[in-house]
């Protein structure tokens, strides 16, 4: 599965951006598929998950209530919606997708089968 995130950018505080996550050569709808961050200097962490099947999403406590992960299966791509974003939501986002389960929100995603390169968003205050 080879996976491709695209979307990113720079914006202001308290604006918005999307993501997208096109995934190709796999079975996409058999996939939980993640968003990951790295902000300079840190260790990466999950920002948002959504199953295979039921698409229940799962969400670290700092991005609740802001950022919404969903999924087109048709189209085998995943966006992350990213609203009110503040100066520390600012990193390399990367998608990642594995066969078996969310990983804990807020995790490395360590055990993720595929990834897909990183892209940037700065957000500016």
């Known amino acids: 599965v080879q996976l491709q995130a695209s979307g990113g950018g720079l914006v202001q505080a308290g604006g918005s951006l999307r993501l997208s996550c096109a995934a190709s050569?796999?079975?996409?709808?058999?996939?939980?598929v993640g968003w990951f961050r790295q902000a300079p200097g840190k260790e990466r962490e999950g920002a948002a998950c959504?199953?295979?099947?039921?698409?229940?999403?799962y969400y670290m406590d700092s991005v609740k209530g802001r950022f919404t992960i969903s999924r087109d299966n048709a189209k085998g791509t995943t966006y992350l919606q990213m609203s009110n974003l503040k100066p520390e939501d600012t990193g390399v986002y990367y998608c990642?997708?594995?066969?078996?389960?969310?990983?804990?929100?807020?995790?490395?995603?360590?055990?993720?089968?595929?990834w897909g390169k990183g892209t940037l968003v700065t957000v500016s205050s």
């Open positions: 990642a997708a594995e066969r078996w389960i969310c990983p804990t929100p807020g995790t490395r995603g360590d055990k993720m089968d595929f």
């Open positions: 050569g796999g079975t996409f709808s058999n996939l939980f």
């Open positions: 959504i199953n295979s099947g039921d698409s229940k999403a």
